[in-house]
T-cell receptor, first 114, second 111 residues
Framework: DGGITQSPKYLFRKEGQNVTLSCEQN?????MYWYRQDPGQGLRLIYY???????QKGDIAEGYSVSREKKESFPLTVTSAQKNPTAFYLC?????????????FGPGTRLTVL | KQEVTQIPAALSVPEGENLVLNCSFT??????LQWFRQDPGKGLTSLLL?????REQTSGRLNASLDKSSGRSTLYIAASQPGDSATYLC??????????FGPGTRLSVLP
């Protein structure tokens, strides 16, 4: 079955640590996205990638980094520079050809700072 | 900049009732509008996608309409069931831009 997987489902981080969230898709989609969701707020775009080896900052990129070395994978690193990282993180993909095409989401990773 | 709002923030209805969820957007030059469902602690499930040239889309008991001139989309759910209880989000993209998401409407269907 085609889909998007995210791991881990739950992640705990100590102050000052970097952590990496995994996102893998087997939909053969060109574009991948990372969003952050906080209670009572809409999803906010962190980073996106329209093609391998290229990515762009979204609205809230500070304190985060990404890489896109393979079409199937788009890992997100939450660095110690991100002051309030506790949130629900969602990865999505679309067929590409520019932003704004139909998106499909993974199950999410809940990150908690201890 | 595109802004998306959803009213009401929460809604409770008895089982079997037909209901309408609203999504409003400020920039009518849209490319796509997508409706999602989110269960607690889960990812988003795509329900319907309406392209700019379309007026409505239907899937089972769901019907989504788009009125670009008034900056509105509605999601109609027929004969609601307790299993429809979830948060419903709409997202709007303009040409060459990423989706902007609304805050969602939390729906409870009471048995």
């Amino acid at each position: 079955d085609g889909g998007i997987t995210q791991s881990p489902k739950y992640l705990f981080r100590k102050e000052g640590q970097n952590v990496t969230l995994s996102c893998e898709q087997n939909l053969n989609h060109d574009a991948m996205y990372w969003y952050r969701q906080d209670p009572g707020q809409g999803l906010r775009l962190i980073y996106y990638s329209q093609i391998v080896n290229d990515f762009q900052k979204g609205d809230i990129a500070e304190g985060y980094s990404v890489s896109r070395e393979k079409k199937e994978s788009f890992p997100l690193t939450v660095t110690s520079a991100q002051k309030n990282p506790t949130a629900f993180y969602l990865c999505a993909s679309s067929i590409g050809g520019g932003p704004g095409n139909e998106q499909f989401f993974g199950p999410g990773t809940r990150l908690t700072v201890l | 900049k595109q802004e998306v709002t959803q009213i009401p923030a929460a809604l409770s209805v008895p089982e079997g009732e037909n209901l309408v969820l609203n999504c409003s957007f400020t920039d009518s030059a849209i490319y796509n509008l997508q409706w999602f469902r989110q269960d607690p602690g889960k990812g988003l499930t795509s329900l319907l996608l309406i392209q700019s040239s379309q007026r409505e889309q239907t899937s089972g008991r769901l019907n989504a309409s788009l009125d670009k001139s008034s900056g509105r989309s509605t999601l109609y759910i027929a004969a609601s069931q307790p299993g429809d209880s979830a948060t419903y989000l709409c997202a709007v993209s303009c040409y060459g831009q990423n989706f902007v998401f609304g805050p969602g409407t939390r729906l409870s269907v009471l048995p």
